[in-house]
């Protein structure tokens, strides 16, 4: 075993920073939790990382001396070899030298990637396409963002690292607005706060279902009327299944991966709701062979698998070589 068998994983984001300690086979050893400092803006970000580091660890019995480096996965787009984070609206960073400024204290190689990034990684090394060549990474969530692994690298995009912007894929032309700007996008009509608005503009009576203030329900109170056989949440559950089987043929269809592997909070959902009736989608649409072959599952590590990925970025260090040296 090396000298220094430790990484430090942190996974940042908009609500929660994530902590981890990994082993040199990507097995979580200790975990914690902050509340992302928002407030305090990025300064405020890397102030919670630098404090938690050590908390981490400790909860490990891990020393700093034993870490071979600290890998972050962030919401956003990233300059891996820069170690900046170029844009990344949900924590209000714009051209942040994060690696800089931890790097100032914790004087450690310091990688970083875009978080769904991270996770394909993660589960690529350890996860369900351990072995594979090639695999993608999709995340569904508030959000929707896919992380690619292609020939075993990380794939990041030539044009401002921007690879792998699922929920930005056009799904109907002129379509609903979208937070980017732009309308018609697959995350106005399949992510966590698409669904979240069209059961407040359509199923009828919500208060008086869900026991609550309509304007407080959930992506898991719409699956669990549609579950319960209301009949305007299982048109909304089933327009996630077909904006999303739409998604997900065309991404096979243009990069081929062997693995197509699903986590994030609406993942958690019913699986006869939404899992099932996906894969159903994508094996009658996409084109025969790559229908026949690839496999699509949900994540084995869940929501670990940024914070497992961010841990195991020093395991693809050529492509960050600018970012270690500081």
Known sequence: M??????????????????????????????HKIKTPTKAGCDGIIEGIVANVPIVLERARATLARVNSIGLGIPGTVDSERGLIVFAP????????????????????????QDTRAAAWGEYLVGAGKGLSSIASVTLGTGIGCGMVID??????????TAG?????????????????????LEAYAGGLAIVRAAKESIAELSDLIGRNADS???EDVFELARCGNRDAKRITDNVVKYMGIG???????????LVSMSGGICNAPAELLFNPL???VRARAYPTISEMIKICRSPLGGDAPLIGAAMLHRQADDYSVAEAG
């Open 279 to 281: 894969v159903e989608f």
């Open 152 to 161: 075993g690298k990380i794939y990041h995009g030539a044009l401002n690292n």
């Open 217 to 219: 329900v959930s992506v």
């Open 248 to 258: 997900l043929v065309s991404l096979v269809n243009i990069i081929g991966p062997e």
């Open 2 to 31: 090396s000298d220094k068998p430790f990484s430090v994983g942190v996974d940042v984001g908009g609500t929660n920073i994530k902590f981890c300690v990994a082993d040199e086979h990507g097995s979580i050893c200790s975990q």
């Open 90 to 113: 949900n924590i209000f960073a714009v051209d942040v030298e994060i690696v800089k400024a931890i790097r100032m204290v914790h004087d450690l190689p310091i990688y970083i990637s």
């Open 165 to 185: 912007e699922l929920g930005h894929q056009i799904v109907e032309i002129d379509g609903n607005q979208c937070n980017c700007g732009r309308r018609g996008c």
